[in-house]
């Protein structure tokens, strides 16, 4: 049987079923993994690295599933290791059991680092020489394609570039169809990379593949420079899910390739079904996609509201790398963003008329970015939103200001935690008090303030807190981590939301106290002839 790669064209190989088990949270039912070679064969991937045929029932299994269920395109590959050492190829337990898998090809692991080969294997050089050739030879005459994975290439052969060298002509001559270079520990960069294929006599060699890992993000860069430097054959795994950061990753690799890149592969009519096939496989994988991975990520052609969108509206090409649907992806405007005066005077709208032009639009715009880089989100909290856009028309009554507020928590052996809180206000030139006990400080803190309200405004009684929600954000310009708390309060016949933020849970939490009272009063209490209060979610169920 001779290799796949009869043409010019760059050779697709794919571990997810084997190396991207070895990624923390991944694994596969048998079912999955059948699922997952099918999807891979329709997307027209060369070949589909099932798994090791030794290694348990489920992965023998797979290979007798697979190799019944007919792919149209790719090639099923077993892997394992060269012979033990001191053995004969013949007698070894572990190449049978690769044929019996009586996959068209045989994928056998050879190690190329001296150390590795010394104190791992616990043989010589010349012994591990002679294991790759037997191994692949053995598995040449029983009509097999033969491929061979050299462990810890780049290392090896930094530390000794004749004996890799040697390993590589030994292989060739015992008729490896590809010799893959692997990059095991994930450290190489894409320099070497193209030194090191650079360096090697591939006229004299069988045809050189790659296997990179991502553990200095440069798994996809030295792929790519694998293939620029000679490699005919790549590997990774699609969402590149493998050991410890992952394998370098195919979804990115194949349209880089076949897009950017103009090299051919047979993948190459399929781009247009890589979001789908990298979100099945996440499916598959019961992992959350990365909102944030090149090409198929949520985020990928995502843009927010604003300058942005208006120049993506006249010219895409400006602000898009590629269209999102060459790749099956599509293009989000987050409409809800804020940023942009046009969102800004269609939020005025029922204020009065205001255009670009307006000083209030100019000066809210401004307001709003500030705050949105500090970490506030106003898509879920429009009545902080509301009060933010009154203070700046003059349309906001205070009805007090904070002078201190004290917490205290404690905790007895037996005892559950209790929190002891006062506060002191200013209402209408006067100091006022309160003071409560609760579980928490939140809950404590927001009893204290009604209890310092209640008198002067018995409308503190119709509403109250019916959720609460804390969020840890690293906003753009805050160099420690902030909490965004969401308050939702009702006074029962409407709820409304409101958002605090600081590097303090309990002061994001009271400013989202202070804006969902605050809000009430300015909107419903203070005056008839206030704006139409914002239409607020009626009150269906709560978020108790
Ligand atoms: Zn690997």
Redesign the pocket.
């Known amino acids: 049987m001779t290799t796949q790669n009869t043409s010019d064209r760059i050779i697709l190989y794919d571990t997810t079923l084997r190396?991207g088990m070895q990624g923390i949270e991944i694994s596969y039912s048998l079912q999955d993994k059948l699922d997952i070679a099918k999807a891979l064969d329709d997307f027209g991937i060369d070949y589909i690295e099932g798994g090791f045929p030794l290694a348990n029932e489920k992965e023998a299994e797979f290979f007798r599933l697979a190799g019944k269920a007919g792919l149209s395109h790719s090639r099923l590959v077993a892997f394992g290791s060269t012979r033990r050492p001191g053995g004969t190829a013949k007698e070894d337990a572990h190449l049978q059991a690769l044929l019996e898998a009586e996959t068209p090809t045989v994928m056998i692991v050879a190690k190329t680092w001296l150390a590795h080969v010394n104190k791992v294997l616990g043989t010589d050089p010349e012994e591990n020489l002679h294991m790759a050739a037997d191994s692949i030879s053995h598995i040449k005459e029983r009509g097999r394609e033969v491929f061979l994975d050299l462990e810890h290439f780049f290392d090896g052969y930094k530390d000794d570039p004749d004996y890799a060298l040697r390993l590589l002509e030994t292989a060739t001559q015992a008729g490896a169809d590809c010799l893959v270079l692997?990059d095991?520990n994930g450290g190489t960069l894409p320099a070497e990379v193209r030194d090191i294929y650079a360096a090697l006599p591939q006229d004299r060699l069988a045809p050189l593949g790659g296997?990179f890992?991502n553990d200095i993000g440069t798994a996809v860069a030295n792929s790519l420079q694998a293939v620029e430097s000679g490699a005919m054959h790549v590997q990774g795994t699609i969402n590149g899910w493998?050991?410890r950061t992952g394998?370098a990753d195919l979804c990115v690799i194949m349209p880089n390739l076949t897009l950017k890149m103009e090299e051919k592969t047979s993948a190459g009519d399929s781009m247009k079904k890589l979001a789908s096939l990298s979100r099945f496989v996440a499916e598959k994988a019961n992992l959350i996609p990365d909102k944030r991975q090149p090409y198929v990520g949520e985020a990928a052609f995502s843009h927010k509201a604003g300058q942005h969108v208006d120049v993506l509206n006249k010219s895409a090409h400006l602000m898009e790398h590629m269209p999102a649907e060459t790749v099956g992806n599509t293009r989000r405007i987050m409409l809800s963003e804020l940023a942009g005066k046009s969102t800004v005077i269609k939020k005025l709208q029922r204020y009065g008329e205001y255009d670009k032009q307006s000083k209030e639009v100019q000066e809210l715009t401004t307001k709003l970015k500030e705050k949105e880089a500090l970490g506030y989100q106003y898509e879920a909290a429009e009545a902080s939103f509301e009060l933010v856009i009154q203070k700046t028309l003059g349309l906001y009554t205070p009805i007090f200001t904070l002078n201190n507020y004290h917490l205290e928590s404690f905790k007895t052996y037996q005892a559950p935690s209790k929190t002891v809180g006062r506060i002191f206000l200013k209402h209408d030139h006067k100091e006022v008090m309160g003071a409560a006990c609760g579980i928490g400080p939140v809950e404590t803190l927001d009893k204290a303030l009604r209890d310092a309200l209640k008198p002067f405004f018995p409308f503190i009684n119709r509403i109250k807190l019916i959720d609460y929600k804390v969020r840890v954000i690293n906003p753009i310009e805050a160099a420690a981590s902030r909490v965004r708390v969401f308050i939702t309060t009702t006074d029962q016949t409407r709820n409304w939301d409101t958002v605090g933020v600081s590097e303090n849970i309990v002061e994001a939490s009271w400013e989202a106290l202070v804006d969902s009272i605050e809000y009430y009063y300015n909107n419903y209490v203070k005056d008839e002839n206030s704006p139409a209060p914002f239409e607020v979610d009626a009150l269906e169920g709560t978020h108790l």
Do not use: L
């Open positions: 190396d692997c095991t296997h890992h493998g050991e394998n």
